[in-house]
């Protein structure tokens, strides 16, 4: 058969007429996909698997078009119907290509300017479709009350809210030391939810007077500002615990997560009887996560009054050996009284919790830099993840500390990723995740990662030390030395002026490099 021949046949057997129909067809299922899918909040997947049929099944009715034919009589192969003497009775039907493609072009200019009407729904129902379904960010609740002093007790109640959410694997619920940087009821919640990753936002108000307390909640959709559920609860002070658990697990039903027996028993556990110590655990935590010098000495004093309040309050207990860790590192604590200190501290949580995934994770860090025990400290840091799913700190420290060490470099950077998912504000885990590609000897993207953490805190030490680290590494020894300069003016130590002087003896600058190291004996 020559070319001409060929082409005359591809006309006689319609296939021309089909792949004209399938083209308009398609391209009005997939205007349909891209333009209502988005809007009706179904997942993006669906709408690439809808194309990719649609791509797929273009040669394959090519191939049905040019071997078979409509008839009377059904299906035909296209030699056998030619033979037919009722064939003649197809040409009734050979224009219905025609109709197909009037049709289809009616629904193409339809949903051109239905496309054009959602363009502003579409682009939230796309954010919205971004973002997990059961994902939430509990921003700072605000304080009603005429003390002010009273601040740290809606911190209190906010973060026993988050506390109990974090223990719900269906869910992902976004650190405190990320949402405390917004309001309690900031105005543009969908550029929010895209900061944290959260698509529900859950609002509240605490007003505290004698022994009552009213807690006010509402539960948004982020991206469509749509009002999920909001309560009012007037109780006493001793039923705050009572009241956050309530609150926990309305907000789990409304975002329908799957709660295991454990998990809710974990929701409602009471973690004191003492409203007081409450109070001073949570003045403590308050100071812990700023994780400055002043601060952990502090944090460690509130943590003593509590427990001296209730001394079976395991979570203060917790958080004193989570202070006790920090000490030498914030405050230049001797690190072996420290290290013994937060052990003592995290055994006496465990012995009266052994559920509490604060002292596992705490009891972790305590095997790691003390005591060199990786296989334990992993073991503890699992355990925590295992009770709270939501702990970035544990998966920070999973992945920094034991995963990394032992060159794991997939599974920590894994971790890494996912701590930073949890608490996307940190400039603690956010510089830490960088670290990890820099072990991984992936200099390019440990600095990445780095200069994405000094968006977030331009004045972070930490993260301008650890990116010239990066930058040395990497060959970069001007900007290596720029950044060790920017450290040594935030927060000047030892190690950055010894960094800096090597960077510089080798960039060629010796005479600076001696001055630098001279300084360093006057010290």
Known sequence: MNLRNFFAELRRRNVYKVAVAYAVVGWVIAQIATQIFPFLEIPNWIVRLVIILIAIGFPIA????????????????????????????????????????????????TLFFLGRYTAGNKSVASASNELPAKSIAVLPFDNLSRDPDNAFFAEGVQDEILTRLAKVADLKVIARTSTQKFKSAPENLPDIAKQLGALNILEGSVQKANDQVRVTVQLINAMTNSHLWAEIYDR???????????????????????????????????????????????????LWEKRSGDNIPKAIAYYEQAIARDPNYALA????????????????ADRLDAGSKAKDAALKALRLDSNLAEAHAALGKILFFREIDLPGAMREYKRAIELQPNDATAHHWLGNDTLAALGRFEEAIAQGKRAVELDPLSPVINTDFGTIFYYAHRYEESAMQLRKTLEIDP?????????????????D???????????????????????????????????????????????
């Not at 030699?79 to 049709?103: C, L, N, Q």
């Not at 930490?462 to 040395?472: D, E, P």
């Open 62 to 109: 090519l191939v049905i078009a040019w071997a078979f034919e409509a008839t009377p009589e059904g299906i035909k192969r296209t030699e056998v119907a030619d033979a037919m003497p009722g064939s003649a009775a197809t040409g009734r039907k050979k224009h219905a290509w025609i109709y197909v493609v009037v049709i289809a072009a009616t629904i193409s200019v």
């Open 236 to 286: 006493k002070l001793t039923d705050i615990f009572a009241v956050e658990s309530d609150i926990a697990k309305a907000i789990a039903d409304q975002l329908q997560a799957k709660l295991s027996g454990s998990e809710k028993q974990m929701m409602a556990a009471q973690p004191t009887t003492d409203t007081e110590a409450y109070e001073l655990y949570h003045k403590g935590k308050s």
């Open 317 to 332: 207990y917790a958080g004193l050996a989570k202070a006790y860790i920090l000490l030498p590192f914030y405050a230049g």
């Open 459 to 475: 004045t972070f030490f930490y993260a301008h030390f650890n990116l010239g680290i990066a930058l040395q590494a990497a060959g």
């Open 477 to 523: 020894l001007s900007g290596a030395i720029a950044e060790y300069e920017k450290a040594k003016r935030l927060g000047d130590n030892i190690y950055v002026s010894m960094l800096c002087a090597q960077a510089k003896a080798h960039a060629g600058d010796k005479d600076a490099a001696l001055r630098m190291l001279s300084d360093l004996d006057k010290v």
